[in-house]
């Protein structure tokens, strides 16, 4: 989970997590957040060898903090690597339903557009943006996703070792897109199962007009094979 600026959404997130799922690791990348997240994760995971921290020094981005991720994910040898969200929007009940679909894909997207998914406490704008950029990635790469956005995630460890990061550009939204259409050029299983995605309990969100211009460039060189 990468985290700036949560510290009163982790302090629930965290134990509701760890009390479902007893073979789950947690590990916070926090972009130096001023109230305080880092340092309260810091000391949370001196106490108790289920929580991980990464810390760096500044707000460098979504992206970034998700390929730190993955590669912590790898060097420690975990099977199923999972990506959510810190502020509750993602739901941890459901992280039971990506593990079960697991065992039939290689990358499990929590989706908010497919039959019996549900968005809840979402501003109407925020909804409409999020589904015209969909739709706008579906028909420009093809690629056979209804939520590409979606941060809600499991990958089996085979997928993420199929990445080269250095080719991984994009930071915002847009990184969603760009993995899903990597990991589906590389021919690997995606699979969609439907989510209640609920609109933050407190806090900003991190979206920006500069966020929306990448994603919208980023999908035009996915479809042109650009290097990004």
Not at 116 to 139: C, D, H, M, Q, V
Not at 180 to 198: H, S
Request: glycine fraction near 6%; charged fraction near 25%; include cysteine.
């Amino acid at each position: 989970m990468p985290t700036y600026n949560e510290l009163d959404n982790i302090k629930e997130i965290i134990p509701d997590i760890l009390n479902r799922h007893e073979n789950l690791d947690i590990l916070i990348v926090d972009d130096n957040s001023p109230d305080g997240t880092g340092e309260y994760i810091n000391k949370l995971s001196q106490r108790d060898n289920r929580i991980h921290f990464i810390s760096r020094p500044a707000k460098m981005g979504l992206g970034t903090a998700y390929v730190e991720g993955f590669k912590f994910a790898l060097k420690e040898n975990y099977d199923l690597i999972f990506e959510m969200d810190a502020d509750y929007s993602h739901d941890p009940k459901e992280i039971k339903k990506l593990l079960q679909a697991a065992a039939v894909y290689d990358l499990v997207i929590g989706s908010r557009y497919i039959k019996s998914a549900k968005t809840i406490n979402w501003p109407k704008a925020r909804l409409l943006l999020s589904r015209f950029g969909n739709f706008y990635a579906r028909i420009t790469t093809r690629l056979p996703v209804r939520d590409a956005t979606s941060g809600f995630r499991c990958f089996k460890k085979k997928v993420i070792e199929s990445l080269d990061f250095s080719r991984i550009k994009s930071n915002g939204f847009a990184f969603q897109i760009e993995i899903a259409f990597r990991v589906w050029k590389n021919g690997f299983k995606i699979g969609e199962i439907p989510i209640t995605f609920t609109g933050r309990k407190t806090g900003d969100s991190k979206l920006s007009l500069k966020i929306i211009i990448e994603g919208i460039l980023t999908v035009w060189n996915l479809k042109h094979n650009q290097p990004l």
